[in-house]
């Protein structure tokens, strides 16, 4: 049987002296809601779903590791992200997500770094090349719903533009490293904006939050195959119709 | 000399000018504060930090405080001499959850935003705030 992987979270929960951090406690709620629905889209296949709450980079790679190969159907990361990182935090100033590659961690750690301290990576950290992509299935989909993941621009939170990536964002990266694996067909799916879990606006109920609205882009073997602005689980059968040649 | 000589020591110059700009220049450019304390109406926002949201604060126009018109749309990021940044933010997360809340700011405003002279740009930008007190509802 396949297996589908939802990992939400990631924000640091607690402040320097152990007590709760309630802005990091509400956007994992956030996080932690917009997971839910995304379970719910995938009752209807037949596979298991496996939800998880995020800790580190390295826990999620070793749980990716214990899979067996090509048996994972998709994995969708609910967190805060950059063009060039996924941000996962347990100690302030500490990342322990993902990052795309050598260079974007280097210029991520000094995007976050300001006069109040050095950010840097912790050993928890990995890249994306540390995922095992044999585990994935050829046609497998992995979908990040953090801030301008698959942005060429770092941006202000009005969408200016702030300066350009210069390297693959990190949804490109995957999608490079999935092809390298041979997985074929498999697509990565990101943010070009700042995401929300508000997807009927202001109207929007906690149960109903959900990160799937926005302009989103869609890499197959490294290269960007569609970009558009549907709202929701976007089924094969659509992105069929989109992409041309593209077959799950 | 030759042409190629003046060449690479106007690089030489330059790149020493820029290291000198980002390691020390920089740094204390950012630490300038006004002289004088200013109160701010401020609404709360989130910006790209490495605690992935931190809460700043949107300059707000005042009927009273005519002069923050310059300051009007800019990220201020208010940091305290009492308080370290986790329990500030724990107070005002709530802030979050109210669109338009209005808070009052008192404190002094840095001279120079928190990108001046670095490499690379520090998160959203904006400028620090060094908070002197609080309070909700507008100046």
Same mark, same amino acid.
């Given at each position: 049987?396949?297996?589908?992987?939802?990992?939400?979270?990631?924000?640091?929960?607690?402040?320097?002296?152990?007590?709760?951090?309630?802005?990091?406690?509400? +956007?994992?709620? *956030?996080?932690?809601?917009?997971a839910?629905?995304?379970?719910?889209?995938?009752?209807?296949?037949?596979?298991?779903?496996?939800?998880?709450?995020?800790?580190?980079a390295?826990?999620?790679?070793?749980?990716?590791?214990s899979?067996?190969n090509?048996?994972?159907?998709?994995?969708?990361?609910?967190?805060?992200?950059?063009?060039?990182?996924?941000?996962?935090?347990?100690?302030?100033?500490?990342?322990?997500?993902?990052?795309?590659?050598?260079?974007?961690?280097? *210029?991520?750690?000094?995007?976050?770094?300001?006069?109040?301290?050095?950010?840097?990576?912790?050993?928890?950290?990995?890249?994306?090349? +540390?995922?095992?992509?044999?585990?994935?299935?050829?046609?497998?989909?992995?979908?990040?719903?953090?801030?301008?993941?698959?942005?060429?621009?770092?941006?202000?939170?009005?969408?200016?533009?702030?300066?350009?990536?210069?390297?693959?964002?990190?949804?490109?990266?995957?999608?490079?490293?999935?092809?390298?694996?041979?997985k074929?067909?498999?697509?990565?799916?990101?943010?070009?904006?700042?995401?929300?879990p508000?997807?009927?606006?202001?109207?929007?109920?906690?149960?109903?939050?959900?990160?799937?609205?926005?302009?989103?882009?869609?890499?197959?073997?490294?290269?960007?195959?569609?970009?558009?602005?549907?709202?929701?689980?976007?089924?094969?059968?659509?992105?069929?119709?989109?992409?041309?040649?593209?077959?799950? | 000399?030759?042409?190629?000589?003046?060449?690479?020591?106007?690089?030489?110059?330059?790149i020493?000018?820029?290291?000198?700009?980002?390691?020390?220049?920089?740094?204390?450019?950012?630490?300038?504060?006004?002289?004088?304390?200013?109160?701010?109406?401020?609404?709360?926002?989130?910006?790209?930090?490495?605690?992935?949201?931190?809460?700043?604060?949107?300059v707000?126009?005042?009927?009273?405080?005519?002069?923050?018109?310059?300051?009007?749309?800019?990220?201020?990021?208010?940091?305290?001499?009492?308080?370290?940044?986790?329990?500030?933010?724990n107070?005002?997360?709530?802030?979050?959850?109210?669109?338009?809340?209005?808070?009052?700011?008192?404190?002094?405003?840095?001279?120079?935003?928190?990108?001046?002279?670095?490499?690379i740009?520090?998160?959203?930008?904006?400028?620090?705030?060094?908070?002197?007190?609080?309070?909700?509802?507008?100046?």
């Open positions: 049987m396949a297996v589908r992987i939802i990992y939400y979270g990631g924000t640091r929960e607690k402040n320097k002296d152990g007590s709760s951090r309630r802005v990091g406690i509400n +956007d994992n709620s *956030a996080f932690k809601f917009a839910l629905n995304i379970k719910a889209n995938y009752q209807k296949f037949n596979d298991s779903i496996i939800l998880k709450k995020i800790t580190t390295r826990e999620i790679v070793t749980f990716l590791h899979q067996s090509s048996s994972i159907a998709s994995l969708d990361i609910l967190s805060h992200g950059s063009p060039l990182s996924l941000n996962f935090s347990l100690k302030s100033y500490e990342a322990c997500g993902f990052y795309s590659s050598w260079i974007g961690k280097k *210029a991520i750690e000094s995007y976050y770094s300001d006069d109040d301290g050095d950010f840097t990576f912790t050993h928890q950290a990995q890249s994306v090349s +540390d995922i095992p992509w044999s585990r994935f299935k050829d046609n497998a989909r992995i979908q990040l719903h953090g801030c301008l993941t698959a942005s060429d621009w770092f941006r202000s939170p009005n969408g200016k533009k702030l300066f350009p990536t210069l390297v693959d964002n990190i949804v490109q990266q995957m999608s490079d490293e999935l092809d390298s694996a041979g074929k067909s498999a697509i990565v799916i990101g943010h070009t904006t700042r995401g929300n508000l997807i009927n606006g202001s109207a929007t109920t906690l149960l109903q939050q959900d990160y799937r609205h926005g302009e989103r882009k869609i890499y197959n073997n490294g290269d960007l195959v569609l970009t558009t602005k549907e709202k929701g689980y976007l089924p094969n059968e659509l992105l069929k119709q989109k992409i041309k040649g593209w077959a799950p | 000399m030759s042409k190629r000589i003046w060449l690479l020591l106007i690089t030489l110059i330059s020493l000018i820029l290291l000198i700009s980002a390691f020390y220049l920089g740094p204390y450019l950012r630490t300038l504060t006004d002289q004088e304390s200013i109160s701010l109406n401020g609404t709360a926002v989130t910006y790209d930090c490495a605690s992935g949201n931190c809460i700043g604060f949107k707000s126009p005042s009927s009273t405080n005519v002069y923050v018109s310059e300051y009007l749309d800019r990220l201020i990021i208010p940091y305290s001499e009492d308080h370290d940044r986790d329990s500030l933010e107070n005002w997360a709530h802030l979050l959850n109210t669109p338009d809340r209005i808070l009052c700011l008192k404190g002094y405003m840095h001279q120079y935003s928190v990108d001046t002279f670095r490499i740009q520090a998160g959203y930008g904006g400028f620090r705030f060094k908070l002197l007190e609080h309070s909700e509802g507008p100046c």
